[in-house]
């Protein structure tokens, strides 16, 4: 059976969907499976979709929506796993902008209700359940030296994407080439066309390795390891990578930062924290996996007391990416250079 889609969500990308796509009433409950629901309501907060496009859409009362079957734990989101089984009827969710799908089993009071969905069918390709899985070439022993700067973070919404998109663009200002990665979270396509639009070269994510979010994958290690030899291939001046979510959680930002290749091209760290218990929290936890912080940015530096407290107490240097760009452009680039 044929159906046509009203949106077609990002995170869908890699098996490029057209807007009449054929659907079986077999769904599979397998993470990157791409299905199709239909939206059982309107909400009137996080009530949209990032499409394929990059263009947010409203979602609206019985619109039809391919989006792709993942997880998510998010701290000041959606908590949503794959059911065990899933059937056409079945009530789901879509758990970020993304389109990304799954049950939710807690929520936030902030975001109001998920967005209650049926479930119409799995996608079918060539015969088989559509997925965006990829199989990804075996990552390198030794990375290209290309120097990392990388951008982490306390929790969700502490000024990662401010902050890396802030060196993405006054080090392209000062002549450097840089590329952009973003190695955890959850599916969407926002951060990697906001560090595209402050100057970034070449952008690629976890998604373009068949991933719909990095909650729970083992490898994760490896599969960054991989995404970053694509992005030195071209021999960037850097690669400015986005940790998404915090360093303490279940997206694998942990695995990430105690990889041993990984480690050695790292030229910078830079944390952004929510405030100065976090910021005192950070440098605990980074000097227990035997890690300096270079940089302290986010929220906890947007003024003096921040600031001095963690120059003054904690022995990190700090820059604010709104307050003071330059500042904070002018510590990386003598870290890198």
């Given at each position: ?48 979709i990032e ?171 490896a599969v ?14 850097a690669i ?98």
């Amino acid at each position: 059976m044929k159906i046509h889609l009203d949106k077609i969500a990002s995170c869908t990308r890699n098996a490029q969907l057209g807007r009449e796509v054929e659907i079986t009433d077999r769904v599979e409950p397998g993470m990157g499976n791409v299905v199709v629901v239909r939206a059982l309501r309107e909400k009137t907060v996080y009530d949209k979709i990032e499409l394929v496009s990059g263009r947010m859409a409203k979602v609206s009362k019985d619109d039809v929506i391919a989006g792709v079957l993942g997880r998510r734990q998010a701290l000041r989101g959606f908590v949503g796993e794959i059911p065990e089984k899933l059937a056409v009827g079945d009530r789901v969710h879509i758990l970020n902008i993304g389109g990304v799908i799954g049950v939710v089993v807690s929520g936030n009071l902030d975001l109001g209700q998920p967005l209650l969905c049926e479930v119409v069918g799995s996608v079918v390709q060539d015969g088989e359940i559509a997925s965006i899985a990829r199989d990804r070439p075996t990552p390198p022993d030794e990375l290209p030296d290309v120097p990392l700067i990388l951008v982490e973070g306390t929790c969700m919404n502490s000024g990662k994407t401010a902050a890396a998109a802030t060196l993405i663009q006054k080090l392209t200002q000062r002549g450097y080439r840089l590329n952009g990665a973003k190695l955890t979270g959850v599916a969407c396509q926002r951060d990697l066309l906001d560090m595209e639009d402050h100057g970034a070269k070449r952008t690629l994510s976890f998604l373009d390795a068949g991933l719909p979010s990095t909650v729970g994958v083992d490898d994760i290690g490896a599969v960054s390891r991989w995404i970053l030899a694509e992005l030195a291939s071209d021999r960037p001046d850097a690669i400015v990578v986005e940790l998404g979510d915090g360093i303490i959680g279940s997206y694998g930002v942990d695995k990430i930062l105690q990889d041993e290749q990984i480690r050695l091209r790292t030229k910078a760290h830079v944390m952004c924290a929510n405030d100065l218990v976090a910021a005192w929290g950070a440098v605990e936890v980074m000097r227990s996996w035997g890690l300096e912080i270079d940089v302290m940015a986010g929220p906890a530096t947007d003024n003096e007391v921040g600031q001095g407290y963690t120059v003054r107490e904690l022995r990190v240097p700090a820059a604010n990416a709104r307050v003071d760009p330059h500042r904070l452009t002018d510590l990386v680039e003598g870290l890198v250079w």
